[in-house]
């Protein structure tokens, strides 16, 4: 037990996997029966990712779906340091952590370096553009809280202006996976709750189409699951292009590849996923082609074993795989759960990380209150088998109490979904703010 109250364990991202792991060793470490740990985030809060659409949409009230990184580290009994990763001594052992400025440029926190014995990075991931023109300068993209909020904002200020002087509303989302499908279905859901709160002409005055370069939409489900959604998309009003890559963006819209083009005033780029850009200064880690950092089956990056990466930013493939595996809230989880399990018993005795198994439990996406899919992956009694409707509503909610539960605890966990249940039925559907 010294052994490990004299660890600094070092967790970098204050995603899925980042801060159940912080939360979990620090609970330890509360208990004096861990290492002291400390969580790095750029943020000031989590909100868990498959969340971001409806933040994103205004269907869900940011401030009931988040947890605040200094709530959660006095709560849980770890140390939480705001900032940005910007470089990494792996010889000295230490993070560097970027300087904090004010909107207005006064420096408020300057760069920093902290210590550690063990670093686990899960700086996550974010959309890619593929270096496509225009998207950069044009578009909103939705991988994070801030993200989300700057796109609500946006969308509000087009919103008011339809509502008062009739003007049309074109949206076009480039990405047919989860984020994109559900993103359409929040954003139409929006327009028809409005109409309750007077604006009556607004589902009329809003197109929304969605954009896939590939053949079909959620290209990691089964078949039927992508087939039944285009056509619940399509049946809502949804216009729905596959098998389209885009060659560029300009205020206007989309430029198509094979000439054409599509007219959108707010534009959303939720295609393909890389790793950050800082993944590539980090004192020689070994990265991926698409830029994460490749790990050993114990989670272990390949040139230090003292550092390890788990969720988007890490890239495994398993020895039964020819690739790595997907860049989900689901893998993320399981390895943060595989480093809670091991990670002390290594420290403690020295003893060798277990390989990491996955197991693949389907996948889930929900159309708001319209529908949803779910795919039971193979593992199970049901393994194979295609949910749809309340059963795999259901399920999704389940995901997002499970995640609550492992990070405030079971009865806590319990309270947030009552008190949600509560803001549901008291406040508007809608941010009307």
Not at 235 to 240: A, C, N, P, Q, S
Not at 241 to 263: E, H, K
Not at 290 to 311: E, F, H, M, N
Request: net charge neutral; charged share 20%; hydrophobic share 45%.
């Amino acid at each position: 037990m010294n052994q490990l109250k004299d660890h600094n364990l070092v967790v970098v991202g204050g995603g899925v996997a980042g801060l159940e792991v912080a939360t979990a060793f620090g609970r330890r470490s509360k208990r004096g029966a861990g290492a002291s740990v400390t969580l790095v985030d750029r943020d000031a809060s989590h909100i868990w990712k498959p969340m971001l659409h409806k933040i994103a949409a205004g269907t869900a009230n940011t401030s009931q779906q988040q947890t605040t990184f200094l709530a959660q580290a006095r709560a849980a009994g770890f140390t939480f340091q705001p900032g940005e990763l910007s470089g990494l001594d792996r010889k000295a052992r230490e993070v560097e952590i970027a300087p904090i400025h004010a909107p207005d440029g006064r420096l408020l926190v300057p760069a920093r370096r902290l210590a550690y014995n063990k670093l686990i990075l899960a700086v996550g991931s974010q959309a890619n553009d593929f270096g496509t023109p225009g998207v950069a300068e044009n578009c909103f993209m939705i991988d994070s809280r801030r993200q989300a909020d700057a796109f609500n904002n946006e969308l509000r200020i087009r919103l008011l202006q339809c509502i008062a002087q009739k003007d049309k509303l074109s949206i076009g989302i480039v990405g047919g996976g989860a984020t994109g499908v559900e993103l359409a279905a929040e954003l139409l859901l929006l327009a028809e709750a409005a109409t309750a709160y007077g604006a009556y002409d607004l589902p009329s005055l809003i197109s929304i189409t969605l954009i896939e370069s590939g053949p079909r939409l959620l290209a990691a489900f089964p078949e039927d699951i992508s087939q039944f959604t285009r056509e619940k998309l399509e049946t809502l009003g949804i216009r729905v292009m596959t098998g389209v890559p885009v060659n560029a963006a300009d205020p206007d819209g989309f430029q198509l590849q094979d000439g054409s083009r599509v007219p959108a005033s707010l534009k959303v780029w939720a295609a393909g996923v890389k790793a950050p850009e800082i993944l590539q200064n980090l004192d020689g880690l070994e990265l991926s082609r698409s830029g994460q950092l490749i790990v050993r089956a114990s989670l272990q990056t390949t040139i230090d074993p003292d550092i390890y990466a788990i969720g988007d930013c890490a890239s495994l493939t398993l020895s039964d795989a020819q690739r790595p595996l997907p860049p989900t809230a689901q893998v993320a989880h399981q390895q943060a759960q595989h480093l809670i399990r091991h990670l002390d018993e290594a420290i403690e005795i020295g003893a060798q990380l277990p390989d990491f198994q996955y197991k693949n439990l389907g996948s889930i996406v929900s159309l708001g209150e319209y529908d949803a899919f779910a795919s039971l992956g193979q593992f199970g009694f049901f393994k194979g088998m295609s949910l749809r409707g309340r059963l795999a509503q259901l399920s999704h909610i389940m995901l997002y109490r499970s995640h609550q539960a492992r990070l405030h605890g079971f009865w806590r966990g319990s309270l947030l979904w009552i008190i949600d249940r509560l803001d549901a039925a008291l406040r508007s559907s809608i941010r009307l703010d």
